[in-house]
């Protein structure tokens, strides 16, 4: 019998297992033509974006197309994040923000809420020497103070002992909800005693999770929705949105080539 998982108390209500999001209903076909570019990658690095921010999503429906079980899934995921952060720091990006848990994800079952806590426990465990060599250091993205305490403690280790990594950031947004994030960073302004003309957009920049990186230049979403579901809301204003049709556990290092090619595409003219 699956142990019952403590929820945070504010944390949306659990739904029935067959209850899924439209978008976790049939299984689309595997793959997609934007997998590989037809073309070299020959984009310059200046027009690289600094900070790549991704909607994992498609995990579940990824596993249901082969018969396999949510849990596989998401292990699969696994797998591809680790090719995207090893393809991040050879095409030079500085930020890679990873959406992994979010607070609406406590309302699915005991078993794979829980399920998903061992496997980032794991997967902290198992990567952190390669994230090392990686040069990569981590930043968790969320109220890490509502997860298990084991998690927490593991979560934070991780975060120490990559410190040093100076050539990708990596951010993974767990237990994170944009508009949590901007409730907590409310609070700490009011808890600094700042007076409400010294609140001002830069105070409050100053307060999120992300304080002292660059906001995201394109924001990547997996799976086929077209929907941001909370991710970075404040920081994705000036955001390029880049959809795919790929699930995330078929994204990979051409895929995201693609994404990047585009987004050298684009005119960015921030409102001139």
């Not at 090719?83 to 699915?108: C, D, K, P, T």
């Not at 991780?158 to 990596?170: D, Y």
């Not at 947004?173 to 907590?184: C, P, Q």
């Not at 924001?219 to 955001?239: C, P, V």
Request: overall charge negative.
């Amino acid at each position: 019998m699956t142990a019952r998982i403590s929820r945070p108390t504010d944390s949306p209500a659990l739904v029935h297992r067959e209850s899924q999001p439209a978008s976790d209903t049939g299984a689309p076909p595997i793959g997609s033509p934007d997998a590989a570019p037809t073309e070299p990658f020959e984009v310059p690095r200046e027009e690289l974006p600094r900070h790549v921010a991704i909607i994992m999503d498609g995990n579940r429906r990824w596993a249901k197309a082969r018969g396999q079980t949510e849990m596989e899934g998401h292990a699969a995921g696994v797998e591809t994040v680790r090719e995207v952060i090893r393809h991040s720091v050879r095409r030079g990006i500085e930020v890679l923000s990873l959406y992994a848990f979010s607070r609406e994800n406590w309302a699915r079952s005991d078993e794979e809420v829980g399920g998903l806590f061992f496997l980032l426990e794991k997967v902290i465990r198992n990567e952190t020497a390669e994230l090392k060599s990686q040069g990569a250091r981590i930043r968790v993205l969320g109220r890490i103070e509502e997860l298990p305490p084991e998690t927490g403690a593991s979560i934070q280790q991780a975060c120490e002992e990559t410190a040093g990594g100076r050539r990708l950031q990596v951010n993974i947004a767990f237990n994170y909800s944009g508009r949590t994030e901007l409730v907590d960073a409310a609070r700490r302004l009011v808890a600094r005693g700042l007076r409400p003309n010294q609140i001002d957009e830069a105070a409050l920049t100053g307060a999120l999770y992300t304080a002292g990186l660059p906001d995201p230049d394109i924001l990547i979403r997996t799976g086929g929705d077209q929907r941001i579901s909370n991710f970075l809301i404040w920081q994705a204003a000036y955001a390029e949105f880049y959809f795919s049709p790929i699930l995330w556990p078929d994204f990979g290092r051409d895929a995201l080539d693609a994404a990047l090619i585009e987004f050298a595409s684009r005119q960015r003219r921030f409102g001139k």
